[in-house]
């Protein structure tokens, strides 16, 4: 395995850990801009109430974009154990 096959995985590991994880990261900043924002409106000071609207938003992403997460994981996995017998010699 060369360098550049390696450095080709970590790009591709990387792109796909971003790519995974930024619906999620996203919709978290989305969700708690807008509850700091009517927080800040309404001079309420409680803290916990950005959890509920985040954990509600972050199922309603996993539930819509959850199966091509799956997809793109298991693709990134399977392509992996494909490599992996070119790894030893």
Known sequence: MTEVTILELIKHALTVGISVSAPL??????????????????????????????????????????????RSLTAFGVMIFQKLPSVAP
Not at 36 to 62: H, R
């Open 25 to 70: 990261l996203i919709a978290s900043l989305v969700v708690g801009a807008v509850i700091g924002i009517l927080m800040a409106a309404t001079q309420i000071q409680e803290f916990t109430l950005t959890f509920v609207p985040k954990l509600l938003a972050l199922a309603a992403i996993l539930l819509i974009v959850g199966p091509w997460m799956l």
